[in-house]
């Protein structure tokens, strides 16, 4: 296994994260995205544990707390020591009825926080991310209350996840002038399918040295190639029902046709080729990657031994590049008369 530094802190994380969305009473979208309970979450833990991984995601909104109360039992019960484990955890989405039990206020961080830690059974989460963006919170708002829990020793390290480059920019802006915290990650979508985050936020994440955490590197279960011609269509998964995130799925499908020779070539399997072409993207600080099931989560965790050749990843770049787009074709342009003049 691997590890990075968590952007520019002295902080190190597996580039395996193992993501706990799936834990869940079954109540959670009925069940669809996951419904594993307190022995199978443990045993998942504690296999991830094995093969190295330090670091371990939830979010509070996850079936409503069950998930970060099933996380903390899984640790406390493994008697893994704390100072082992790189526990992260989200706030933001909706937790009530309440006008205010949702969003990136001053007050529901507050509440969020305390009732993470009496899930958790924790004094402290190492990693507390905003989990979306907030359009009525001012941004100084929320780094304040972020930065305050750093002060008073109950988070370590802050980071957010979906946003936009203008507003991580902006928020790590206002905690360098008030000589706050800043934002150390941003967790985001990103596959071999998604590449959006290259346009804006790539160019933000490697000037500033903000970790990248990605989020669904497997586009919701498509890249797995279950789903495309040539794959199991009797096949069981969440992209059944939970048709997410948006995917051109045309597209989805060459790349799938690309990695089937790849996958045979390394012994490996489709899913795993898609991994490691995210892995092998220099700005990837961690992949979070969930599981189902135990032979599941023993192919994604193969992934750490799996390097793609300079070949394969310019074939997977080819298939998946981007549409150019203004500003950037016109700064690829312009940036060229920069180069200094040969000869």
Not at 57 to 80: F, H, K, M, N, P
Request: overall charge neutral; aromatic content about 8%; hydrophobic content about 40%.
């Amino acid at each position: 296994m691997k590890y990075n530094r968590l952007g520019r802190t002295g902080l190190y994380v597996s580039e395996i994260c193992f993501g706990t969305m799936t834990f869940s009473d079954g109540s959670w979208f009925g069940g669809v995205i996951g419904a594993q309970g307190q022995k199978e979450a443990t045993a998942l833990i504690e296999k991830s544990l094995a093969a190295g991984v330090n670091f371990i995601d939830t979010a509070d909104v996850y079936s409503s707390g069950v998930s970060e109360t099933i996380t903390g039992q899984a640790i406390r019960d493994l008697g893994v020591p704390r100072s082992e484990i790189v526990l992260a955890t989200k706030v933001f989405g909706r937790m009530g009825k309440g006008a205010n039990d949702a969003g990136a206020s001053r007050g529901h961080i507050m509440d969020g926080v305390a009732r993470s830690l009496d899930r958790l059974k924790m004094d402290h989460i190492d990693l507390y991310q905003i989990h979306g963006t907030d359009i009525i919170t001012p941004v100084e708002e929320t780094m304040g209350a972020l930065n305050d829990l750093v002060r008073q020793g109950m988070v370590r390290y802050i980071g957010v996840s979906n946003w936009t480059a203008w507003r991580l920019a902006k928020a790590n802006g206002i905690a360098d002038k008030h000589g706050w915290n800043r934002i150390e990650s941003l967790q985001a979508y990103y596959s071999v399918a998604g590449r959006d985050l290259e346009r804006e936020l790539v160019p933000l994440l490697q000037e500033e040295q903000i970790a990248c955490l990605v989020w669904s590197p497997l586009a919701g279960g498509y890249l797995s190639g279950k789903f495309s011609p040539g794959g199991d269509a009797e096949a069981e998964g969440r992209r059944k029902s939970f048709d997410f995130p948006p995917l051109d799925k045309a597209k989805a499908d060459a790349l799938v046709a690309a990695m089937r020779p790849m996958a045979k070539a390394h012994g490996s399997s489709v899913a795993r080729v898609a991994l490691a072409y995210v892995l092998a993207k220099p700005w990837v600080t961690s992949v979070i990657i969930g599981a189902r099931t135990m032979a599941h989560l023993d192919d994604n965790l193969e992934v750490a031994k799996l390097k793609l050749d300079a070949a394969e990843i310019a074939k997977l770049d080819e298939l998946s590049a981007l549409t150019p787009e203004y500003p950037g074709w016109m700064l690829e342009r312009q940036g060229a008369t920069r180069l200094p003049p040969q000869g």
